[in-house]
């Protein structure tokens, strides 16, 4: 198809944000080397863009952070540090979308932001809300995955790191009750890390 025929053709899906290059095939009808090509013209032309390998953003329904975050690593909820900082909760300025998955681990960097995609087992992966389509843990889920994840399963964040960045939280907003409940599913040290966080306010 033609630039002109493109843009018809993505204005006629407007409420279509994201579009993979499956998607297009089976619309389109063409087969994949062609389309390639033509997907690779058009984003070297600035009239397209690609928003990770075979993921392209719809020109005339342009997708937000979040909504292409949901896409690139399906299926996954906005979480942790990124999560707790958009409830208020965290005071940190967070520049990286940190997400959790029950795929494998990954981060993608785009020219906008840095996804990071935290692996988490399926009996784990709940603790959200919906808005659209995307995917947003509670606050309270938030802080057990920040601390199960970053404390208890990699050490990436140690106890002095996390000490210092709940400091930087407004603990006494969340739902105690429910903080607690949510806590009972997940590991013992998980549990005992999380008590020892109400001593440091």
Known sequence: MKIDEWLHFFKQHQEKKIFSLADLIQITGQNKPSLTVQLTRLVNANILARITRGLYANPFTTPSLEEA???????SYLSMEYALSKHGIL????????LVTTKLPYTYKTNQTLYEYHQINRSLFWGYQQQGTVLTA????AL??????RNIRTTTLTTVGLASL??????????????IKYSKKFSPPT??????????Q
């Open 91 to 98: 005071s940190q300025t967070v520049y990286t979308i940190t």
């Open 191 to 200: 549990q005992k890390m999380l008590s020892l966080i109400k001593n440091w």
């Open 166 to 179: 709940v400091h930087d939280m407004a603990i006494d907003e969340l739902n105690k009750k429910k903080l």
């Open 69 to 75: 975050a949901m896409i690139i690593r399906y299926p």
């Open 138 to 141: 509670e606050p309270e889920k």
């Open 144 to 149: 057990l995955d920040l601390i199960y994840l």
